[in-house]
């Protein structure tokens, strides 16, 4: 009989956790979730709307078997820990294993942890308690909501537009995008003009005339302030102020994302996938431990004990000098502060020193984290900036300069900000010094640049729109749906995309909008803390929600099918692009009368010779829209690889080398070229 059963969401963490935990526990994975909603009942919803909102819950495809397994376990174990991971979505997958698997309050408890390392782990047994039901039923209601607007939107679109698919903030950062676009097409530039003298060792440009701010609006204003300057300039005033250049506070999952798109040129999919793997284990020399704490935060708050030993570590390496003050959450609205900062597991464990255990995308964020938690501890750089001001005629002229003066959280930092020492010459006032060269400039007021990926982030978590787990999804789904492309890393909206927002706001720009979407964050906020009723919102919400959606399937106008400039070869009517389940096609405009459909022509993309006879190995689909590559006299010859080949043989068995994660491998045997 084996005493103890921790069931945890990931496989690897799995693996991790039980080394820790020893004989007596048996440590296992859901692989995620098991459970969601149906796609019963009225609209496809799985949600009983006019009883409660009762759901529906039915097994995941493929889930079937880890959940009989996980059944077994349970039978064969004294006691149950519920380990998935510490936030919402943790909890509601803990509540649908205890569901699921008919555990009682007598045979279970709940244990989090921040960070795979066995001092948390074990640490978490005894802080082990029930199921939150509040926190259940936010996620529940966040799903729900979710799949209420995203079914009911998404049939709309599809019906009435080019579009796919709609969805709660989805759609409202896809708006954000289509509204900033929309400012850069109206922005009209406006001319102005810069004056600049240059001196042997330095700038001033000029900024004031009779002590009032002064624009040059054409070149012929710019003329006539050349005409009354002189090459010599005098020094009105030097004033040197000392400022501090506050160091960083470790990052929270928005944060992290934007300064890896911005400084390590990764993604916010690809970023959450390589922090998901350090959090959840690394094969070290001598153990397996997690490196970072988890990744989806909100809260700069770091535990008491990193901070002692992060402090002590500083002095140790850099000096007391160097030790700077915690830093404390100012943003306290929607800030889940249960949860710490993202940070390393262990001050201790340097970049260098697992570097060797590491790929180059985990080191780099790996540093990045490190660093970043590490500043945040440090004392603020000091900076003297230095302002002289020269005048020439009454036009006076401004020169600022900037020297480091105690390095800081810089000495650790500096890697991910950019520092530039701007050092003035040594002058006194009433000096008088003559310039090299007197420019003009003519310049042109820019419009507002269009949102980066890191911008958009920024963006939605400061309007309080998402959560920092949903950011990477969002971003993908705006881009894989067509809605927007991508030019220079900034995100320009396609006709789909302004069509989509568009007919939206004609219907529902009452609920598909910043502050409602906002509010909607801050009531889920007030579920999760037990202060409202889940059901209370959902009626609120789908009241409002339900007639618009009724109104938009009656009276939105259904954009036409765009016309290809043929005829149909049967009725002469025009032919037509059309959608169907596995993308477009053209067919005849006078549908359902006329059912002709163009069968275009399959573009065969031979790669190489088939090995094992005179075809070609091709590229083919299978059923489910995987490709792979085949020989073409299928089914005589059956020949294939999922990997693309390369038509070089193997040197060790004669098989064919295919191309693999940008390897190439043999097909058959473990050579590698």
């Known amino acids: 009989m084996q005493k103890n059963l921790v069931i ?46 009762k759901p529906d819950y039915i097994t995941i495809k493929g889930k079937k078997n880890i ?11 004294d006691f149950v820990y519920l380990a998935t991971d510490p936030d919402r979505e943790g909890e509601a997958i803990s509540w649908h294993l205890y569901d699921c698997l008919g555990l009682t309050d007598q045979n279970y408890q709940r244990i989090v942890f921040h960070e795979i390392t066995k001092n948390a782990v074990l640490d978490s047994f005894n802080h082990a308690r029930k199921i939150d039901q509040n926190l259940v039923n936010s996620q529940e209601t966040r799903r729900m909501l979710d799949r209420i607007i995203g079914f009911r939107l998404s049939k709309l679109m599809q019906a009435k537009t080019s579009g796919t698919s709609a969805g709660r903030v989805q759609s409202v950062a896809l708006k954000l995008i289509v509204d900033r676009e929309r400012k850069i097409e109206k922005f009209k530039p406006e001319e102005y003009w810069t004056i600049t003298a240059n001196f042997k060792e330095f700038k001033a440009d000029l900024y004031k005339y009779k002590n009032k701010e002064i624009e040059l609006k054409n070149e ?16 009105n005033s030097i004033e040197t102020k000392n400022k501090a250049k506050k160091s960083p506070a470790p990052f ?72 700077g003050s ?18 390393p597991s262990s001050i201790e464990r340097t970049p260098l020193k697992v570097k060797p255990y590491l790929t180059a995308d985990e080191y780099k964020l790996y540093r990045m984290i490190y660093y970043r938690a590490l500043a945040s501890l440090m004392k603020d750089a000091k900076t003297a900036n230095t302002t002289i001001l020269l005048n020439n005629n009454n036009y006076e002229f401004k020169a600022t300069g900037q020297i480091l003066t105690f390095d800081g959280y810089l000495k650790v930092y500096k890697d991910y900000e950019d520092t530039t020492d701007e050092q003035l010459p040594t002058l006194k006032e009433n000096d008088l010094i003559n310039t090299n060269q007197i420019e003009k400039e003519q310049h042109f007021t820019k419009p507002p640049a269009r949102y980066s990926e890191a911008k958009l982030i920024k963006e939605l978590e400061e309007l309080g729109i998402g959560r920092p787990s949903t950011y990477a999804t969002i971003m993908d789904t705006i881009k894989t749906r067509g809605y927007v492309k991508l030019e220079d890393k ?30 909607m964050e801050a009531d889920l906020d007030k579920i999760a803390e037990g202060d409202i009723n889940w059901i209370k919102v959902l009626k609120e919400f789908y009241n409002e929600f339900e007639p618009s959606v009724k109104e938009a399937f009656k ?38 009368e006329c059912k002709y459909i163009k069968n275009e022509p399959k573009e065969i993309k031979e790669i190489c010779n088939c090995p094992n006879c005179d075809g070609k190995i091709i590229e083919k689909k299978s059923k489910r829209g995987k490709i792979f590559y085949g020989c073409n006299n299928y089914p005589k010859c059956q020949t294939a690889y999922w990997d693309q080949p390369t038509g070089e043989l193997c040197p060790k068995c004669n098989s064919m080398l295919t191309i693999k994660k940008d390897k190439i491998k043999c097909s058959n045997c473990d050579y590698i070229k």
């Open 8 to 53: 945890v969401e990931s496989p690897s963490k799995s693996k991790t956790i039980e080394k820790y935990l020893g004989k007596d526990y048996k440590v296992v994975s859901s692989k995620g979730h098991i459970r969601d909603l149906s796609t019963k009942g009225k609209y496809g919803l799985g949600i009983d709307v006019e009883n409660d909102f």
């Open 252 to 323: 929270i999952t928005s944060t992290l994302q934007q300064t890896a798109s911005t400084k390590l040129n990764m993604n916010a999919k690809k970023t959450m996938s390589v922090a998901q793997k350090l959090y959840e284990g690394i094969e070290l020399a001598d153990e397996t431990v997690g490196l970072i704490t988890y990744m989806r935060t909100d809260s700069i708050r770091l535990s008491n004990e990193f901070i002692s030993t992060t402090q002590n570590f500083i002095k140790k390496e850099y000096g007391s000098e160097y030790v």
């Open 555 to 592: 009276n939105m106008v259904k954009k036409p099918p765009e016309q290809t400039g043929e005829l149909c070869p049967n009725c002469s009517n025009p032919l037509v692009i059309r959608k169907g389940k596995y993308g477009s096609f053209v067919a005849c405009s006078n549908y359902p």
């Open 326 to 343: 915690v830093k404390v959450n100012k943003k306290t609205e929607n800030v889940q502060d249960a949860h710490e900062a993202i940070r």
């Open 67 to 77: 959940i009989n397994s996980l059944k077994k376990d349970v039978q064969e174990s």
């Open 490 to 519: 900034r995100f320009i909206p396609t006709e789909t995309g302004i069509e989509i927002t568009d007919k939206l706001q004609e219907f529902f720009n009452h609920i598909i909008n910043v502050k409602y979407t906002a509010n």
């Open 220 to 235: 012929t204003e710019t003329n006539a302030v050349l005409n009354n300057l002189t090459n010599e300039f005098k020094v």
